[in-house]
């Protein structure tokens, strides 16, 4: 049994109360959420916070997927199996339902939050590439109120975030356009695996041609998010599979992954080209009602 | 309750319900019945290492090496020591200073209980800390100060024998480079003559192959519980060991106690596969915690130190060549190992034969020749090699002669599975001298491989492939045929540290007709509580669940050497029987009397004793039993009771085999392999309990596609170990195999009482090769003729693109 240093540990009872005592115990002090990330790093003593706050009485504040005229907001506790199992979710944004299937295994899903993995800022983490896609923002509460950060002000690099001491993520934000639709692959060694890259994508069709369309992509190099010259390329064009090839290839000119026991930067590189690729044609597909 | 989860309709391995009624039937012998332990374990109340809990019992941690090679400068454990809930803190200074510091492997090498002069890999044992829980142990180990003096590493097993490699075991005397010892098997000139008449007449194939270093990982890590009784000085030692009695006499030459002063109990042990049969300094610091502090201490690992510190498995880089007839007939097969034995020399195999049972490289063929070369070497990476699910290295061995004859088939442009059935040994010829000297008990190969190739369909899927290939669709058939030795072993040949491979047994029946019998033997989650007690009931007639398996507790059993090396059915399985013959004759002179007959007018059947022609005047086993232990005269010279023992020495091994059929499909585009189907069939001599055989093929058929597709221990240059959690360490899931699809044929052994073979290491022997096989042939398209395990994604891919590196 792996045991982790010694912390002292409190239960939140409200956002307002766990705020407050991230600012009284500064920088020592690490929100726990689901765990899944926080805890194993904490047995293997490769992080020692010194007080663990406890956010997981809060769901009434943080636990809820609420869909609203045209955006979709989610609370920072709700849990993977939350989002996996929505079926109002999976119907406006089926890119996390595809991702969810593939993140880590049930035990973790049942446990594991939207707000820790966004926070956790893993460059291997899936959601962020999904949330990247969907072009989500962040709400990040701290004493003085809620400010509003896109994804790509959000991710500071790897386990880096816009959360600064003090400061707690509340909720994602996801516009929802008519047209629209998104879709998420993934490869990975084994079930339960992290990924050995995968991609997100999101489009809004306007009639023939995509209005808008954008890519996230996880575990192909640091700070992936917001490949600007995809967008651009994708925006106005009819969809082809020559399209997607030329979109896939933008994709892997802008990975920069290293070589782990994982697999080669080479595999990963094409990996990212692969499954853009892919992304893109599924959500087209399903944007166009073919899927 | 029913969790649906949405989404996973894609995974079609969907589970066939089980026939209760075919699993759940009481037979008085053999057949198919749940399992006795099962009741305990499947709710959770079995009782493993951890579980046991003394009054004051301490804890104990292990401060480890960060270096994979480095001199220990020195050691400064005066804050630890000032840790309030710390009560000692021992290093290998302190251990040397009792002469404790080193002790001897399974292999005859030695090794540091706690480093003393340097570190020889990452995690090595460095000192311990006992604390009054386990919190405050690990937290003291921070505390410790080391000081390390860097020194270059070796890890690219290829470079140990460089001129000018560092010495990693300057502790042996005269060492002057790293290696570890040389072995041979078969006629070298007859092979090389073999080859050089192939080489002008017929045709040679060569390549070059990997079985990387795996690991066992068994759910329970390895621990114990030392207690030190203060007064008689008797140690009491629960421990994680597949081997009880080996051990007790290993810690009697080591710690210098006398062996009746020691006693091992292995309680429930959650997996084993060769990991639990060496002794690690974990065991031996707590037995000497408990002596010096007078307290019961615990030792458990904790996931990581399984992984990085303890026995790995495999490691073997192979060259293969065969020499054949252009129509292909197998001539004579030759090989050159270089084998990676880590820091110590920690391999688990009889003495006389340090690379295991690799000798039946040979395969099920009958061949013309055959030589094996191998060097073994030591390297900066834990140590071991021990047996894990491999009977002794066959695992090694079935991989390369399997690649080697696809590799041929490949350069011939025949079907493997024609060029299988045109080699194998053909049933008249057994028992068949091996060109290696292995004495194959029995077989009947092709019915097997027909069968195999009849429940998968073979020839439809030869065609669906061809279309498939049409479309540029990739799939992929792949064979194995193994054959295995297990069941060590003869005691003139086999020993491990001057310990003979028989196995003791014992029975008694008791007045009322139930009985107990006990095994030297230990399972690991193989089910001898059922097992044995169906052996026995076959022979008596006490029905199994009315015998009591007792085993794992050296005060309680009687000696032999344990279970590895699928031996327990082989060895101890036939000392059952011969055990339960002895009683069985004893009460059938009880029964005489009884039914006033003479000896040889009785006959037996299924627990009743009756006089011949006179089918009316019987008695059972439970009356004989109570007449046994009961008032009145027995017949002339008998003595009472009802009960014997027996130590039984086998003979010869036993040679189970296996036809093994796999089908993949793999995504082009992305490079990851899906193990489509599975079939196996398999061999094991008589059938005991045939679900049983089936869990441990199921067990085994799990861990072949494991290592075949994503199981390795990797090292980066300094020597870090990669693979310290089972996020880095893959093993496999539910998702990644297929629903099994397993046969049998049944040849019996003619040497054992009951002619079982062993079945414990079959599945994880055979499957490697067919995995592996299979996607080899699914990259036909690309000119693919071999790839290394583990076939990750990215290997596969990087294969196709013709940059296939060994993972070494
Ligand atoms: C076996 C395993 C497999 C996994 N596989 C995958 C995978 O395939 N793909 C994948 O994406 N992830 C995977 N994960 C990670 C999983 O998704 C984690 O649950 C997730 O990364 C963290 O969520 P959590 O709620 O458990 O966070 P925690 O561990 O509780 O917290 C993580 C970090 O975020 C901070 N934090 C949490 N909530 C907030 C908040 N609201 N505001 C500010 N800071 C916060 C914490 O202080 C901590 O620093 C895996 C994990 C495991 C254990």
Redesign the pocket.
């Known amino acids: 049994m792996q045991v982790p240093a010694p912390f002292e540990y409190e239960r939140a009872t409200s956002v307002d109360h766990a705020i407050a005592l991230m600012e009284r115990l500064g920088s020592e002090a690490?929100?726990?959420?689901?765990?899944?990330?926080?805890?194993?790093?904490m047995k293997l003593r490769l992080?020692t916070?010194e007080y663990l706050i406890d956010?997981n009485d809060l769901s009434a504040e943080?636990e809820y997927i609420r869909i609203e005229g045209a955006e979709v907001r989610i609370g920072?506790?709700t849990?993977?199996r939350q989002l996996l199992e929505s079926d109002d979710l999976a119907a406006v944004l089926p890119i996390f339902r595809d991702?969810e299937k593939?993140?880590?295994?049930p035990?973790?899903?049942n446990?594991?939050?939207?707000?820790?993995?966004?926070?956790?800022a893993?460059p291997?983490?899936?959601?962020?590439a999904v949330c990247d896609a969907v072009g989500a923002s962040c709400v990040?509460r701290n004493s003085s109120g809620d400010r509003v950060v896109s994804m790509h002000d959000f991710h500071r690099g790897p386990y880096e975030?816009a959360?600064a001491d003090g400061?707690?993520?509340?909720e994602i934000r996801i516009p929802l356009r008519p047209g629209s639709s998104s879709a998420y692959h993934?490869v990975?060694r084994r079930a339960?695996?992290?990924?050995v890259a995968s991609a997100g994508a999101a489009v809004t069709m306007d009639g023939d041609v995509i209005a808008d369309g954008r890519v996230g992509l996880?575990a192909v190099g640091p700070n992936l998010t917001n490949v600007e010259p995809i967008s651009a390329a994708l925006r106005g064009q009819a969809p082809s599979e020559e399209l997607y090839a030329l979109v896939g290839q933008i994709a892997a000119d802008n990975a920069d992954p290293s070589t782990d026991t994982r697999g080669t930067a080479a595999y990963k590189t094409h990996l990212a080209k692969e499954l853009t690729i892919r992304s893109l044609r599924k959500a087209v597909a399903r944007a166009t009602g073919q899927a | 309750m029913t969790i649906t989860e949405p989404g996973v309709e894609e995974n079609a391995n969907a589970v066939p319900t089980p026939d209760n009624n075919l699993n759940d039937q009481k037979p008085t012998g053999f057949g198919r019945m749940l399992r006795k332990e099962d009741p305990r374990l499947v709710r959770g109340l079995g009782q493993f290492c951890d579980d046991v809990e003394l009054p004051g019992m301490l804890h104990l941690a292990i401060l480890r090496s960060p270096m994979a090679h480095a001199r220990i400068v020195s050691i400064d454990k005066t804050a630890a020591e000032a840790h309030p809930k710390v009560k000692a803190v021992i290093t290998g200074a302190d251990l040397a200073a009792q002469n404790l510091a080193w002790m001897p492997t399974l292999s005859n090498d030695v090794q540091a209980v706690l480093a003393t002069d340097k570190v020889r890999f990452q995690h090595q044992e460095v000192a311990f800390v006992v604390a009054e829980d386990r919190y405050s142990a690990r937290d003291a180990l921070e505390l410790i100060d080391v000081e390390y003096e860097w020194i270059d590493p070796v890890i690219d097993v290829r470079k140990a024998l460089d001129a000018d490699a560092p010495i990693i075991r300057d502790d042996l005397e005269g060492k002057t480079n790293n290696h570890c010892f040389e072995w041979e098997a078969g006629d070298k000139d007859a092979t090389d003559a073999v080859f050089a008449d192939a080489a002008e007449n017929g045709i040679i194939v060569t390549e070059d192959i990997v079985y990387p270093r795996v690991h066992p990982a068994p759910m329970e890590t390895c621990g114990c519980v030392a207690d030190v009784e203060r007064v008689s000085g008797k140690l009491t030692l629960w421990s994680t060991t597949q081997a009880p009695h080996a051990h007790r006499t290993v810690y009697a030459l080591v710690a210098g106690l006398p062996e009746h002063k020691i006693r091992i109990i292995a309680p429930d042990i959650g997996g084993g596969f060769g990991n639990k049969v060496p002794i690690y300094p974990g065991y031996v610091c707590a037995i000497v915690a408990s002596l010096v502090i007078g307290k019961p201490v615990k030792w458990m690992e904790d996931r990581t130190e399984n992984l990085v510190s303890t026995g790995f498995a495999r490691d073997y880089i192979m060259r293969g060549e065969i020499a054949a007839t252009k129509d292909g007939k197998i001539r004579a097969i030759r090989t050159n190992v270089l084998a990676d034995h880590g820091a110590f020399n920690g391999t688990a195999a009889p003495v006389k034969y340090p690379a295991g049972f690799f000798g039946v490289f040979t395969g099920s063929y009958d061949i013309e020749a055959a030589h094996a070369h191998m060097d073994a070497v030591y390297t900066n990476k834990a140590p071991g090699g021990v047996a894990y699910a491999c009977s002794f290295r066959i695992t090694e061995a079935v991989y390369l002669i399997e690649r080697m004859v696809d590799v041929l088939a490949y350069d011939l442009e025949m079907d493997p599975a024609e060029l299988r059935l045109k080699n194998f040994i053909q049933p008249e010829q057994f028992p068949y001298m091996s060109k290696t000297g292995w004495l194959y008990d029995s077989g009947d190969y092709e019915p097997a491989m027909r069968k195999a190739m009849d429940m998968i369909g073979y020839d439809e899927l030869r065609k669906e492939q061809a279309d498939k290939r049409e479309r540029g669709e990739l799939m992929g058939i792949g064979i194995a045929f193994f054959t295995e030795a297990v069941g060590a072993g003869p005691r003139k040949d086999m020993d491990i540290l001057g310990l003979g491979m028989a196995d003791g047994c014992e029975l008694r029946v008791h007045p009322t007709g139930k009985a107990v019998v006990r095994l030297s033997v230990k399972t690991q989650g193989q089910g001898h509580e059922t097992t044995f007690a169906q052996i026995v009931a076959e022979e008596i007639g006490i029905p199994p669940e009315d015998i009591d398996v007792v085993h794992g507790d050296t005060d309680n059993t009687p000696f032999g050497l344990g279970t590895y090396g699928s031996r327990s059915t082989p060895v101890s399985g036939a000392a059952a029987a011969l055990v339960a013959r002895k009683v069985r004759d004893k009460a059938q002179i009880i029964a005489s009397g009884m039914l006033e007959a003479s000896v040889a007018d009785i006959e037996y059947e299924a627990g009743t004793f009756r006089v011949k022609g006179d089918p009316e005047k019987s008695v059972t086993i439970q009356d004989i039993a109570m007449k046994a232990h009961g008032a009145g005269d027995l017949p002339e010279g008998l003595e009472g009771g009802l009960e014997a023992q027996i130590c039984y020495n086998p003979e010869n091994l036993t040679y189970p085999f296996g036809a093994y059929i796999c089908v993949v499909d793999i995504d082009s585009g992305t490079a990851e392999v899906k193990v489509r189907r599975f079939v196996a069939v398999d061999d094991c001599g008589t059938q005991i309990n045939p679900m049983i055989i089936e869990g441990q093929v199921h067990g085994g058929l799990t861990d072949g596609v494991g290592m075949a597709l994503m199981e390795m221990i990797s090292f980066d240059d300094e020597g870090n170990c990669l693979s310290g959690s089972?996020?880095d360490y893959l093993i496999p899931t539910a998702m990644e195999v297929p629903d099994w699809e397993t046969g049998h044929t049944v040849t019996p052994s003619p040497h054992h009482p009951i002619g079982a073979k062993g079945i414990g290491e079959s599945a994880t022997v055979g499957s490697p090769p067919a995995v592996v096989n299979a996607v080899v042939d699914a990259l036909k398209p690309y000119g693919i003729r071999h790839a290394d395990m583990p076939l990750t994604p990215s290997r596969v891919w990087e294969t196709m693109q013709g940059n296939h590196t060994p993972p070494i």
């Open positions: 690490r929100v726990v959420a689901g765990g899944h990330s926080l805890l194993p790093m992080a916070p956010i943080l920072a506790l849990r993977h991702a593939v993140i880590a295994d035990v973790v899903r446990r594991g939050t939207l707000g820790g993995s966004l926070c956790q893993d291997s983490e899936d959601l962020s990040i975030t959360v400061e707690m993520l509340t993934k990975e339960g695996d992290w990924a996880c | 089972l996020m």
